[in-house]
């Protein structure tokens, strides 16, 4: 597909994937769009203008400051409207004349990229974090007691993916910081407050939900595909001193979690589906799929910026997962707990086999216990050293992807945010 709007080689914004967003203008009022090359599409603008009228929908969702209702209606009908929007951006469809030759149109509609703000797309209402990580999960319990397996230290880890309920409070969009949290450690067997001296990154990916379900119902796992809406990037903003003393993540990861600016939707990451690496062992009754590629081959590249230099920290996979969305889908309903649009699903750390694959610094740096060294992006000779994160570092994650065709690529835009000093 090409585009009579120019879309640079690198962009992350092709035709191939027309992400959703939430934006505003100097007129400070959010609504939503879709990215496309250096510009976004208002398509508050173009339901006003009618665009939309013959799809049978409320268009009326267009003009809300939320991707939720949006994203409710379903996957048939969010596809019809990015279908919509593929033919009137292609340059060989005759339904570009809509907007590419309406020249009052495109000043309203068609908006630069780097003149808007962007904000949380959806209304986070639930967060979910799960733990479905080989890699991540082998490298923690080899932490916790040296040479141990996985499954000695969590005999169910491969029969239904693990988790913890996040805070939605704080989730965040691309761009905010977050402050260095306040809590308790543990030293000489005794409680200490204060801030965290073991502050960390993690890479992850996240579904974001579409429909729902109703509460006492179970959504099918060959089903579950289709209540998705689209993907973000991720980064759970770990304390891991306050970490080691709680029965389950609280305040060690209650302060913050940053998401990627824009939802990839659902079919734009069809092409890059795969089997999974280390598959896990589901109870056939509700957790078999019948689908082979159930999970995403997408690289995610971590990098540290420091006085406006970056380093390379890691370079991970969402591949290395042994639980699909659909399976987590299916056992997060599958007591009858109703997810609602807007819902966000992660994977957990998507670290790697190796050393330059692992996604925190909990892996990177072996607990602390080893200085890790990163090369600058530029090819210089600088390095840089961390076992944590320290104050003013920014962290950003970026994942492209190039369409089967070889005409556009497929991305996230960036995930990125500064730690910035707690108050004592």
């Known amino acids: 597909m090409a585009s009579w709007i120019a879309i640079a080689d690198d962009s992350d914004f092709s035709l191939h994937n027309l992400p959703y967003g939430v934006f505003s203008c100097a007129d400070k009022c959010p609504r939503i769009g879709v990215a496309v090359g250096d510009h976004v599409l208002d398509m508050k603008g173009l339901a006003e203008k009618h665009v939309f009228d013959d799809l049978d929908f409320d268009v009326s969702v267009l003009e809300q400051k939320t991707l939720n209702a949006f994203a409710g209606l379903g996957r048939e009908t969010t596809g019809r409207v990015r279908r919509r929007l593929q033919r009137l951006l292609d340059i060989r469809t005759s339904s570009a004349s809509e907007l590419r030759d309406n020249h009052e149109r ?34 923690s319990a080899d932490f916790l007691k040296k040479g141990a397996d996985i499954t000695q230290l969590m005999p169910y880890f491969w029969e239904a993916p693990a988790a913890y309920h996040g805070r939605a409070s704080s989730v965040v969009v691309s761009g905010t910081p977050v402050h260095r949290p306040k809590g308790q450690i543990r030293a000489n067997e005794q409680a200490v407050a204060g801030l965290s001296q073991q502050l960390d990154f993690e890479v992850e990916f996240a579904a974001v939900i579409g429909t729902g379900n109703e509460l006492g119902s179970a959504i099918d796992v060959d089903q579950a595909d289709t209540h998705i809406f689209g993907f973000v990037l ?18 060690s990861k209650n302060f913050g979690t940053s998401i990627s600016p824009w939802i990839v939707p659902f079919e734009a990451l069809e092409p890059f589906r795969v089997p999974p690496t280390g598959a896990g062992r589901p109870l056939p009754d509700y957790l078999a799929q019948k689908v082979t590629n159930s999970v995403y081959d ?60 692992q996604g925190c610094f909990l892996e990177l740096s072996k607990v602390g216990t080893e200085v890790y060294e990163m090369t600058a992006t530029d090819f210089s000779e600088r390095k840089l050293s961390r076992t944590f994160l320290e104050d003013g570092d920014t962290v950003e994650f970026t994942c492209q992807l190039q369409s089967s065709d070889g005409s556009g690529k497929v991305g996230f835009g960036t995930c990125r945010g500064q730690v910035l000093p707690g108050n004592e």
């Open 234 to 251: 991720l980064n759970d903003w770990s304390a891991r001193d306050f970490q080691k003393n709680e029965i389950a993540p609280f305040a």
């Open 106 to 139: 495109r000043k309203q509609c068609l908006l630069p990229l780097d003149s808007v703000t962007m904000h949380l797309p959806v209304d986070v209402s639930d967060y979910t974090d799960f733990f479905i990580g080989l890699h991540h999960a082998q490298n």
């Open 298 to 357: 997408l690289p995610i590249r971590a990098t540290l910026e420091v006085s406006s230099q970056k380093y390379q920290m890691s370079h991970c996979n969402t591949k290395h997962a042994i639980f699909s969305f659909a399976q987590m889908i299916a056992h997060h309903t599958r007591g009858g707990c109703p997810l609602r649009p807007g819902n966000l699903l992660a994977t957990g750390t998507m670290s790697g086999p190796t050393r330059p694959e």
